[in-house]
């Protein structure tokens, strides 16, 4: 790619790899559908269910360094996808000049990978998510380093009261924590699933009231039951211009609190849930005479 240096027009060589056997991605489904419609179509269901099988899966793979790239485009596996959606219209309100219209949407994806090649495989992502393909996982979890903590649950601090990344024996892509003669991690870093950006369900709800000329409308969109990745924990948080560092300059946090966190990727998963009001509207319709 062109980049500008001292005055000069250089070019610099992407990171990522070019891969002249990439073939495409190849997909086999099976669907079945419903449609039902009751009282002269004020009330109408239409429900959907499939099941997806993506051989030749293509994906952005992170490479080390020393390969002379960061990533390369790939084909690693297999991964399939079962799901189903429902969309039911209602018309409570029909008259001369009033009516009243609600539709309302239900989706639900279950996906899963069969096969990558490998138990486990990095995908590169601009965000510097922990992003993994995992047989037998849903596609793109969150595999990193997480907290350490007690049996109840809560967080076991360092002497000097800071949280800690888990350690034990590694076992595969998990491992055992263990502990040392003080009740404090010991061994390996380890790692393990710490979030899942795939949502249990989404949801929307669009009402729409007329009477006479004037009409309100609004949509209500709902995705529940998934993580995100903050990357704003990775970067701006980690200097003088971030939230926590703001605390601990205050003293709110203690001195090191950010150091003590920063290699620990759970902290930077957040709950990605949401009911947003997507649209609202009021409107009037003009005679066309």
Known sequence: MPTAYQGFNTFVPSSKLANSRVRPERM????????????????SLGVTNYSQNISELVVNRTLASST???????NVGEMENKGWEAILSVTPIKKKDLTWDLTMVYSRNRNKVI????????????SGAPSYLIEGQPASVFYAFYYARNPDGSLLLTPQGFPQRERGTIEGLYGTPKRDANGQPTGDYLKKIIGNPNPDYTASLTSSLTYKRFNFRFLLDA????QVFNADKRTRQGVGIGDYAEKELKGEL?????????TIEEWRIDDGSYVKLREVSLGYSFKSD
């Open 28 to 43: 086999r489904e099976l669907e079945f559908g419903l449609d039902v419609s009751l009282l002269k179509d004020r009330v």
């Open 68 to 74: 002379g790239g960061l990533s390369f485009i790939n």
């Open 115 to 126: 096969s990558a090649g490998s138990p486990s495989v990095a995908i590169n992502t601009v």
């Open 223 to 226: 995705v529940q039951g998934l």
């Open 254 to 262: 203690p001195r090191g609190y950010i150091f003590s966190i920063y």
